[in-house]
């Protein structure tokens, strides 16, 4: 006769495997999805593939074209300053959204719902609305001719010259509530003690914000910039309906290239040749993160062990 003790130890056993084996068909999954198909693409683009894939090997003359390219060194330079304008404009204005929440203000879970809506709002739809709130027939523009300042002028999405700018700012709007509710967040959990010795030295709130509160919560501003690099690389979908990567290819990014390279112009090795350029920078920043991640963790563990 089996031991209770034996009873109570298998229980265990399979209560400890349950969420592994619920988990594992998702993980295998995603394993065949993202690395299987990463290897494909990765195939593809060193194939002799055209209109249709041809698995025969042809070296890496695809990545040399592509980066002969005019078109793709100027997306690629569109991304890097998109990206980092992005980047740190959603920083600063969810940070200081952050901080102007957490001082206890009225209605707080009003305003935080107005700062997130944009967040639930598609790319697609958000970049048609700022569309004609920016294009000169629809929006500011022509609201100010109606007013009878005829002489004004807000052509920024047909310039050249600014038109990327107009993707920043649309970008930023989207965003900067995602940063807020997580700023927002640590700025909650940091001890009270801290800010209350602060302020017995006699510091003001704004110098206690600078030199107290926000470097405490500096692991969070390094996952939001992740997060937020990631938007910005894969961004697509906002850049075609708010200037179809236009005008000529002032506001083209990586992923319009690839899309026009497989599916308009039917080169589908030179456009996997992109996707993996594409799928190289997300490596360079997942990657060190995934790194720093494991580090900060085995250094908890050694520090409570």
Do not use: C
């Amino acid at each position: 006769m089996q031991s209770p003790n034996n009873n109570s130890t298998g229980s265990r056993k399979w209560s400890d495997l349950t969420p592994q084996m619920v988990l594992a068909p998702t993980v295998i999954a995603a394993l065949i999805w993202v690395i299987g198909f990463s290897l494909w693409t990765l195939w593809i683009s060193v194939s002799n593939s055209t209109l249709l894939p041809d698995m025969t090997y042809h070296g890496f003359e695809h990545y040399a074209k592509l980066w002969g390219s005019k078109r793709w060194t100027v997306a690629y330079q569109n991304l890097f300053i998109f990206g980092s304008l992005y980047v740190i404009g959603t920083l600063v204005v969810g940070t200081v959204l952050a901080v102007l929440i957490d001082q206890r203000v009225r209605f707080e879970g009003i305003w935080r719902t107005i700062y997130l809506y944009p967040l639930a709002i598609s790319f697609i739809v958000t970049g048609t609305v700022w569309r004609w709130i920016f294009h000169p027939n629809t929006g500011v523009e022509l609201a100010l001719h109606d007013m009878g300042w005829l002489a004004a002028k807000f052509d920024w999405i047909t310039d050249r010259d600014l038109a990327l700018y107009v993707v920043v700012i649309t970008g930023i709007w989207h965003a900067s509530g995602f940063a807020m509710a997580l700023i927002l967040a640590g700025l909650r959990s940091v001890d009270g003690d801290l800010v209350k010795a602060a302020q017995i030295d006699g510091a003001s709130m704004p110098r206690i914000y600078r030199k107290v509160v926000l470097p405490t919560i500096w692991p969070i501003f390094v996952a939001v910039t992740v997060v937020l690099l990631q938007f910005a690389i894969k961004t697509y979908d906002l850049v075609v309906a708010l200037t179809q990567g236009g005008p000529g290819v002032a506001t083209t990014v990586p992923a319009i290239v690839v899309y026009d390279l497989m599916f308009q112009r039917g080169q589908i090795a030179q456009g996997a040749a992109a996707a993996v350029m594409i799928l190289v920078a997300l490596a360079l920043v997942l990657i060190p993160y995934a790194v720093w991640t494991g580090w900060q963790k085995r250094k908890e563990g050694a520090r409570h062990g």
